[in-house]
């Protein structure tokens, strides 16, 4: 099973860009699809963005389409969550995940979570 580990969070202010990493263990990284999630206080874990195995599909939620981009890089198991023009709702703890199977936007279908990278964005 493969093993995550997010980065790169921080305290931004609104309109401010960060840029989140997840770091896989494992030989087999390009096998998975992987997830972000967040999710803030008091409030249910949300889709972010998603990556399928060899980066051919993406997809991305609506409230952050045309800002967030996710890209992947599997010479390094790595996946990144590039995010701009940041608001104030985007304050959560955001999670990567991961899958074997096609991209879906259901966290329950995600097999290994990390333990999260929190973003404070101030307005």
């Known amino acids: 099973q493969v093993q995550l580990a997010e980065s790169g969070g921080g305290l931004v202010q609104a309109g401010d860009s960060l840029r989140l990493s997840c770091a896989a263990s494992?030989?087999?990284?390009?096998?998975?699809?992987i997830g972000w999630f967040r999710q803030a206080p008091g409030k249910e874990r949300e889709f972010v963005a998603g990556?399928?195995?060899?980066?051919?599909?993406?997809d991305y939620a609506n409230y952050v389409k045309g800002r967030f981009t996710i890209s992947r890089d599997n010479t390094k198991n790595m996946v990144y969550l590039q995010m701009n023009s940041l608001k104030p709702e985007d304050t959560a703890a955001y999670y990567c995940?991961?899958?074997?199977?096609?991209?879906?936007?259901?966290?329950?279908?995600?097999?290994?979570w990390g333990q999260g990278t929190q973003v404070t964005v101030s307005s």
């Open positions: 995940a991961a899958r074997v199977g096609p991209l879906v936007t259901t966290g329950s279908a995600f097999g290994s």
């Open positions: 494992g030989r087999t990284f390009n096998t998975y699809t």
């Open positions: 990556i399928s195995r060899l980066a051919y599909t993406t």
